[in-house]
């Protein structure tokens, strides 16, 4: 059995290494670092700044993947309502394609939409 540290670090838990005699692990090579204080924290900044575990970290880095920082929790309500105006937008085109005409209400609900699309993302991000 080993021990490993919980995402939060707060807590250790157990986690099985076998289970009725068998691997379950599928990453069975360990390999053990020895790292400098200046190393570990920025290491533990980078994981932090990725929203990842080291382990993870580590083996993207090795095959030579582009790390990104995690996005902030507010991009998913950003693309939420992103979605509710480019639906409302597709509803417009919809029923322009359908009919071949243009009013001008429809254009000014849609020059609208565009204005709020641009507002709202200015102002979250």
Partial sequence: MCISASP??????????????????????????????????????DTATAGMCREKYIRLALMGITIHPRPPDSYKKVLLQLSAYGNNLNQIAHVVNATGKVTTDQLEKALNLLEKTWDYVEDTL
């Fill in 8 to 45: 939060n670090r707060d807590a250790l838990f157990l986690c099985p290494d076998f289970i009725g005699g068998i691997s379950i692990r599928k990453r069975n090579n360990r390999v053990v670092v020895h790292l400098n204080d200046t190393e570990l924290s920025k290491l533990e900044q």
